[in-house]
């Protein structure tokens, strides 16, 4: 069993930067693919960010491509989401999740994750 916690949500102004934290335990962090996603009120869940279990490659989605940046340390068990140029339209619960390594996993959706982390809110204002 995966224990992932979030960390490094706040307040921030339109344009300001933030860098989010995955922490995982529990498990051997190199055999999974991570993925960060965001859940706005009153909206699904929706797929942000995702790297391979070797950092090898990454994945982003289309709208956010170029403002983030997914990254993973092997060593300290640790996911990491560098968000630049924030718009109030990126105000949202932002999760972390693991994906065990396997052959057929669509990492855009939420459904191929096994373990999710609690959350962390960021909110971006105008």
């Known amino acids: 069993q995966v224990q992932l916690v979030e960390s490094g949500g706040g307040l921030v102004q339109a344009g300001d930067s933030l860098r989010l934290s995955c922490a995982a335990s529990?498990?051997?962090?190199?055999?999974?693919?991570m993925g960060w996603f965001r859940q706005a009120p009153g909206k699904e869940r929706e797929f942000v960010a995702a790297i391979t279990w070797s950092g090898g490659s990454t994945y982003y989605s289309d709208s956010l491509k170029g403002r983030f940046t997914i990254s993973r340390d092997n060593t300290e068990k640790s996911l990491y989401l560098q968000m630049s140029s924030l718009k109030p339209e990126d105000t949202a619960v932002y999760y972390c999740?693991?994906?065990?390594?396997?052959?057929?996993?669509?990492?855009?959706?939420?459904?191929?994750?096994?373990?999710w982390g609690q959350g962390t809110q960021v909110t971006v204002s105008s």
């Open positions: 529990g498990g051997t962090f190199s055999l999974y693919n």
């Open positions: 999740a693991s994906s065990f390594r396997r052959t057929g996993v669509d990492l855009v959706r939420p459904l191929d994750y096994n373990y």
